[in-house]
């Protein structure tokens, strides 16, 4: 059953193309391996994109989260995940402070990735709005959403704030990769004003995780002067 409709333009092409979005089940498992590996293979840095196993893939897909497919015709050409996540040492909600009790209440935004032809129609902001309009109709219990981004990832940074997530942690993962660990409280749709707001150089690691450690957020991205800066604020 398709949940969205809407029309896009291929790269190169003048014309819309209709395409809709659609939930994914076990059965659509190849067509995401074979989308997640040509958006891999032609990445400069590929660092930026913590790649699935088909073991995750096939975890979420049996129930433990939730993914949603863009589509022209029969191709698969975007996609979007939700994991509800195991309770480990890993967890997410650990390296932004949460508390045991609350790491119940955490669902995490997974990989999302777009077919290069296919870039520039705000797929993932679509993907993004759909997918959490699913998990809304299903009355969910969570109340955090978190995931990580690679720092100079500009495209996800872009998509994370746009959703309104702010940078809670900066910290190594997946076997000592940097990220940034984002977080949205779903009981706060609209965040606080910030009283004090300091602009940091995103290559300067070592003054951003101080003010997290100081209480502050990573509330926007801007460029300026060729450089990017990621705002941090405090309530």
């Given at each position: 059953?398709?949940?969205?409709?809407?029309?896009?333009?291929?790269?190169?092409?003048?014309?819309?193309?209709?395409?809709y979005i659609r939930r994914l089940t076990i059965e659509d498992l190849c067509s995401v391996l074979t989308v997640q590996k040509q958006v891999f293979i032609q990445l400069e840095n590929k660092k930026i994109l913590q790649t699935l196993s088909e073991e995750e893939f096939a975890y979420i897909l049996s129930g433990h989260g939730l993914m949603l497919g863009a589509y022209e015709g029969n191709d698969l050409i975007a996609f979007r995940a939700l994991?509800?996540?195991?309770?480990?040492?890993?967890?997410?909600?650990?390296?932004?402070?949460?508390?045991?009790?609350e790491l119940a209440k955490v669902i995490y935004q997974e990989i999302s990735v777009v077919l290069p032809a296919y870039r520039g129609?705000?797929?993932?902001?679509?993907?993004?709005?759909?997918?959490?309009a699913e998990l809304e109709k299903e009355g969910h219990s969570?109340?955090?959403?978190?995931?990580?981004?690679?720092?100079?990832?500009?495209?996800?940074?872009?998509?994370k704030f746009a959703q309104g997530m702010q940078i809670a942690a900066l910290t190594e993962k997946y076997g000592g990769l940097t990220r940034y660990v984002f977080v949205k409280d779903l009981y706060e749709p609209v965040p606080p004003a910030c009283r004090e707001v300091t602009p940091i150089p995103m290559n300067d690691f070592s003054a951003q995780k101080e003010k997290l450690a100081e209480g502050f957020r990573g509330i926007k991205m801007e460029e300026k002067e060729n450089e990017l800066w990621i705002h941090y604020g405090r309530r």
């Open positions: 059953m398709h949940i969205f409709e809407g029309t896009l333009r291929k790269q190169g092409e003048d014309t819309g193309r209709p395409f994991l509800v996540p195991p309770l480990d040492e890993e967890h997410l909600g650990i390296d932004i402070g949460l508390s045991g009790s129609n705000r797929l993932q902001k679509i993907l993004a709005g759909v997918i959490m969570f109340r955090y959403i978190c995931c990580t981004v690679a720092p100079f990832n500009v495209p996800s940074l872009k998509d």
